[in-house]
């Protein structure tokens, strides 16, 4: 019990700061980017008159973002304030957590070559579709418009774009706190707490029951590309499923609590239900398509 309190406070420590810090990172980016390049630009960017253009381009434009789900959050707030079309935003922020060149790379090096191209086809074709019905259910109107420019924090609105970019990364921010430290605490909570072993235990076949399974225990775990997809080895050395795995990665990487809370900042509630929902297909169709292909 003593070990699991002590990695629960270390997981949230350690998640809470690295978050913390990426979002600054990330805002600051943002607004650098948004001082440099007009609103114009963005738009004209991913608002190119064939619209099949505009969602592959946003699929594109994710797949080559290194960021994980939370970190996606403040460039998708930057997308939607900048005017660019809903669509196409929305098939950035599903790929840009799961398409990133660091997951394809490592599942590559840790489940194969093929288990990387399968993933790889079948979150760029849901990324675009996703977009597209995301759309048409006209969930734009779903979107609060949070302001990443922001307060006086930092005081001078006409000062240096440092300075300016400081200040909008820290508006941003502020009022994503409390709605962080939440996500992170519940996520820190089930990391430290949930042994190993019940995942092993009720998610450990290759049939749709169990990739279901590891989909929705996916959620809740919080945890990096870069630590889950050692994990995802190792449980596959332990005898799950190839797509079993892979729909346990797409769950925690696509869709996870810290992310969940931060989009009900942006978002109303149809929303977040809908793209939980996107996630939890996406996860089931990719494990199984692994399953049958490989």
Same mark, same amino acid.
């Given at each position: ?30 607004? !650098? ?182 989909? !929705? ?15 995802? +080895? ?24 810290? +992310? ?35």
């Amino acid at each position: 019990m003593l070990d699991s309190i002590m990695e629960f406070i270390k997981t949230f420590v350690m998640l809470f700061f690295e978050l913390f810090i990426l979002f600054i990172i990330v805002s600051f980016i943002v607004s !650098i980017i948004q001082q440099i390049v007009s609103e114009e630009k963005i738009k004209y960017f991913l608002s190119k008159p064939n619209q099949a253009i505009n969602y592959i381009l946003g699929m594109a434009f994710g797949a080559m973002t290194p960021f994980c789900s939370c970190s996606t959050i403040p460039i998708l707030a930057g997308l939607l304030n900048s005017k660019v079309p809903f669509g196409p935003a929305m098939s950035f922020l599903i790929a840009s957590p799961l398409m990133n060149p660091l997951m394809i790379f490592m599942l590559w090096a840790l489940l194969g070559w093929k288990v990387a191209v399968v993933y790889f086809i079948v979150l760029a074709i849901f990324s675009v579709l996703t977009g597209l019905v995301f759309s048409k259910m006209n969930l734009s109107k779903s979107y609060k418009g949070v302001n990443v420019k922001g307060d006086e924090f930092f005081a001078n609105k006409h000062g240096s774009r440092f300075k300016q970019a400081l200040n909008d990364a820290w508006a941003f921010l502020y009022p994503m706190i409390p709605y962080l430290f939440i996500g992170v605490f519940i996520g820190a909570f089930i990391y430290g707490f949930v042994p190993e072993t019940f995942i092993t235990k009720y998610a450990s076949g290759g049939g749709i029951i169990s990739v279901f399974i590891a989909s !929705i225990i996916g959620i809740p775990m919080y945890i990096r590309p870069e630590t889950m997809l050692p994990i995802a +080895e190792a449980l596959a050395s332990k005898g799950m499923s190839l797509g079993t795995v892979v729909a346990l990665i797409i769950g925690g990487a696509g869709a996870s609590i810290p +992310e969940v809370v931060l989009l009900s900042k942006l978002f109303k509630k149809k929303f977040v239900i809908s793209f939980v929902i996107a996630i939890l297909v996406v996860a089931i169709s990719t494990g199984l398509m692994v399953n049958i292909v490989i």
